[in-house]
């Protein structure tokens, strides 16, 4: 055994109870700083549910040809969502459909930015990066308990349980393709005489979108690997029965759900995989890289 | 037309490395550069050139890949800093100017055409060759109208909506050079830009680059490291070696008189009578009879050799018409002869 060399527990302690200070001087503030995500959650849930079921079956597979230009995707998305709907699990997909899109929006808004400081910048790409490796490598258990301490059980911190996992992938391809953007054509942008912002937005990120659209891809994935986990801490939607049926040891109400979340998946990875490769084709990238 | 130079470079010095002073001050003292760089572990990317351009000139800068051309080039727009030296381009020290300045500077005095093209791939060709417009500021309705005008001129009418990747490399290099020609600056940098060309499409370029100089009559400050090319559209040429400038001149004086061992390697493979005009090797005679036939003063020896097939002697006119001079066949194959004595002659 490795020998006891010092008293960790007043670290230990230390730890704690400045939680539990933060918790009690801060938590009222912390919640309203949180207030517009669940804001955002509620609007895009709610009026997902109000629309009509049909509307959203058409326009997911109308989403799907208009990826692909092909038959095949959106006949898959048709039965997939009819599935869904047979097996009684449309409200709870729609549920989990919004904390999926809510918590992708917000990941797409605070990693875009990140992404683009660290392309700008190696010193904030060496400091983020080891935080970006920390997010994903973190059990989120361990960074769930503050949080949960911090705004109560609810939908708040499962949202930002899924932010925390969903958006180190999409900062990092941002940087990635930001930096891999053709330095000719970039510095025939700067000898017209650009300005850095007219770069960024006219050259660059246009550049890098295939890239980034495969980090939103990426993203959404990883929500949905998050919803079983958010649900423990009431976010609701197809996890919860995930969670019942393990409770309940009811096997065919976990298997059905579980099915429900990879079809979900499968729907969302394929809508944005096809919208990527036909950006790629547009602006002749797939070709250069053959 | 005042006689300042457009473009004019003086000891332009650039040290790539984490400590360019160090290496300069050496360099200063007379070091070599080998044992410069050695010493200090800085490459020494241009060492010491100056040059002046002329308004309305084709210059070319030659030299092999690693020679400093292309640092050199991209130090008249400042895409690249010297590390010491002086730039002015029509008179105003280009250094000196803040970011504002530069960027108006390239936005309204010069515009660069790319090796590599350097299109944008997600535009059609008409908004990239209406780019360098729409970077200026001009009207949408203006710049895609001249856009359209300059995609006609170099010969692509019918791809203003094609994607760049779906043109070949010579049609990508016409948009590049629209691109550049409708910014409407009186100075043109091409940096290689036929040099990822096939040699036909590259040898059509060449040629309307020089038809589209006599409308034009910018001043060009041309890269490559294709000698022939060089002769062929250079009003002067510099050869660049290790970062250095060797020689600097009119086609023929490189030809005629090359200064040292490595430009002499160039002149023994290339066309002679490509490069030497009739006008330096004619005779001049006040009563010489009215010639059958004439060419102008800016005739090259290629030129006139078919001529020598039917007539003896061919007379050399100036603009207006008027005979100046004339050439005999004797005269050319001379003028070709001189510098390649290397095969052992006997006379019986």
Redesign the interface.
């Known amino acids: 055994m490795f020998p006891e060399l010092v008293d960790t527990r007043p670290l230990r302690r230390w730890v704690d109870d400045s939680l539990e200070w933060v918790v009690r001087n801060w938590g009222d503030e912390f919640e309203a700083a949180a207030q517009p995500l669940l804001f955002l959650l509620n609007t895009i849930q709610s009026f997902l549910l109000w629309l009509p079921w049909w509307l959203i079956i058409l326009v997911l597979v109308g989403l799907a040809y208009a990826a692909t230009r092909r038959l095949v995707l959106p006949i898959i998305v048709l039965v997939a969502m009819i599935f869904l709907g047979l097996m009684e699990l449309w409200e709870d997909s729609i549920k989990t459909m919004a904390l999926m899109i809510a918590a992708t929006l917000s990941a797409i808004v605070l990693s875009l930015p990140m992404g683009i400081l660290m392309a700008r910048s190696a010193i904030t790409r060496r400091i983020v990066t080891p935080i970006l490796d920390l997010m994903q490598t973190l059990p989120s258990f361990v960074y769930l308990i503050p949080v949960v301490m911090i705004f109560g059980p609810g939908k708040i911190p499962a949202l930002i349980a899924t932010i925390v996992y969903a958006a180190p992938p999409l900062v990092r391809l941002t940087d990635l393709g930001l930096r891999l953007v053709d330095s000719d054509v970039l510095e025939a942008s700067r000898a017209f005489g650009t300005t850095p912002r007219q770069r960024l937005f006219g050259v660059q990120i246009p550049l890098a979108m295939p890239t980034i659209l495969a980090g939103i891809n990426q993203t959404t994935m990883m929500a949905l690997a998050m919803v079983v986990i958010a649900s423990m801490i009431g976010a609701g939607g197809l996890g919860y029965q995930v969670l019942q049926g393990i409770g309940r040891l009811e096997v065919s109400r976990g298997l059905f759900a579980g099915l429900g979340i990879v079809v979900l998946a499968i729907i969302f990875d394929r809508v944005t995989q096809a919208f990527g490769k036909q950006l790629q084709t547009r602006i002749g990238l797939s070709e250069e890289r053959l | 037309m005042s006689t300042l130079p457009a473009i004019d470079i003086r000891n332009v010095t650039k040290i790539f490395g984490d400590d360019p002073d160090a290496a300069l001050a050496l360099l200063k003292q007379g070091t070599s550069k080998d044992d410069v760089q050695a010493e200090t572990g800085q490459v020494i990317g241009v060492d010491n050139v100056s040059l002046s351009v002329e308004r309305g000139q084709i210059y070319v800068v030659m030299g092999l890949s690693g020679s400093g051309k292309s640092t050199l080039i991209r130090h008249v727009?400042r895409?690249i800093d010297p590390t010491a030296g002086e730039i002015y381009v029509n008179g105003v020290d280009v250094l000196s100017m803040n970011l504002e300045e530069?960027?108006?500077?390239?936005?309204?005095q010069i515009?660069?055409v790319?090796q590599?093209?350097?299109?944008?791939?997600?535009r059609s060709v008409i908004e990239n060759v209406a780019?360098?417009l729409e970077?200026?500021g001009e009207e949408k309705s203006k710049r895609l109208e001249i856009a359209a005008e300059w995609i006609e001129t170099v010969g692509l009418s019918g791809y203003e909506h094609s994607?760049?990747?779906?043109l070949s490399g010579g049609q990508q290099q016409r948009v590049g050079l629209a691109r550049a020609l409708a910014?409407d600056t009186e100075i043109l940098?091409m940096d290689e830009a036929f040099s990822a060309l096939d040699p036909l499409i590259r040898s059509g370029m060449q040629d309307e680059l020089m038809s589209l100089q006599r409308k034009l009559n910018k001043t060009i400050l041309f890269i490559t490291h294709d000698f022939d090319e060089a002769l062929k559209i250079g009003d002067r040429v510099a050869v660049l070696k290790d970062g250095v400038l060797i020689q600097e001149g009119t086609p023929e004086d490189i030809v005629l008189k090359p200064k040292n061992a490595h430009i002499e390697e160039f002149v023994a493979d290339v066309n002679k009578a490509r490069a030497i005009h009739v006008k330096s090797i004619m005779s001049r005679d006040d009563n010489m009879e009215k010639c059958e036939i004439a060419v102008t003063e800016a005739a090259r020896c290629e030129d006139v050799l078919p001529l020598f097939a039917e007539y003896d002697w061919v007379g050399v006119t100036d603009d207006a018409g008027k005979q100046t001079g004339y050439v005999t066949a004797k005269a050319v194959i001379k003028a070709l002869a001189k510098h390649q004595g290397n095969i052992e002659t006997t006379s019986i």
């Open positions: 727009n895409l530069l960027r108006h500077f390239r936005r309204t515009a660069m790319f590599k093209f350097g299109l944008l791939p997600h780019y360098g970077v200026r994607q760049p990747h779906q910014m940098l």
